[in-house]
T-cell receptor, first 112, second 115 residues
């Protein structure tokens, strides 16, 4: 069981470039999430999905887009990267209801 | 405790001693709480959870205590080992002012185990 797999693990982008972060889970979880983690702050929710074909905005959605075309995959897109998007990004998944999240190992993104 | 990396509250504990990590939560409507462990360079890992209808839950070497009166959560680790060195943070889930279920993560406490 791989759990939650994120790719890539590291990436450096120039301001204005675009990229897609990939997340895959093999636990048949209904819910998936994208978070960013910055020093001095708790994990902040960017976007989430409660099922295939559905997405919703979280706490800090600006500058990001997501898609969940298949239940097991959740993609995070940056259309035009900005230095403020330098962060560590985590994907997570969970069952519906009150259950803990399973996190991926993260993507460290630097925008220069 | 609050911060990942910089300015992170740190708890130093001798190997073999018990550790107690505290967390204050803000939403009195929160009904589900989770503790996570995050080792350097890795994603957060679920440790233990507790629902608001309980005040104590035990796992293997870990115990979570919930005091809803003062909105306080603690994680106790028995016989702390070097492998327990990590950042620990709590999360609360409850109904937000906007009427939706919201999960709020704390910033964490760094546990250092002294061999």
């Amino acid at each position: 069981n791989a759990g939650v797999t994120q790719t890539p693990k590291f990436r450096v982008l120039k301001t204005g470039q675009s990229m897609t972060l990939l997340c895959a889970q093999d636990m048949n979880h209904e819910y998936m999430y994208w978070y960013r983690q910055d020093p001095g702050m708790g994990l902040r929710l960017i976007h989430y999905s409660v099922g295939e074909g559905t997405t919703a905005k979280g706490e800090v959605p600006d500058g990001y887009n997501v898609s969940r075309l298949k239940k097991q995959n959740f993609l995070l897109g940056l259309e035009s990267a900005a230095p403020s998007q330098t962060s560590v990004y985590f994907c997570a998944s969970s069952r519906a209801g009150n259950y803990g999240y399973t996190f991926g190992s993260g993507t460290r993104l630097t925008v220069v | 405790g609050e911060s990942v990396g910089l300015h992170l509250p740190t708890l130093s504990v001798q190997e073999g001693d018990n550790s107690i990590i505290n967390c204050a939560y803000s939403n009195s409507a929160s009904d589900y709480f989770i503790w996570y462990k995050q080792e350097s360079g890795k994603g957060p890992q679920f440790i233990i959870d507790i629902r608001s209808n309980m005040d104590k839950r035990q796992g293997q070497r870990v115990t979570v205590l919930l005091n809803k009166t003062v909105k306080h959560l603690s994680l106790q680790i028995a016989a702390t080992q070097p492998g327990d060195s990590a950042v620990y943070f709590c999360a609360e889930k409850g109904l937000s002012s906007g009427g939706y279920q919201k999960v709020t993560f704390g910033i964490g406490t760094k546990l250092q185990v002294i061999p």
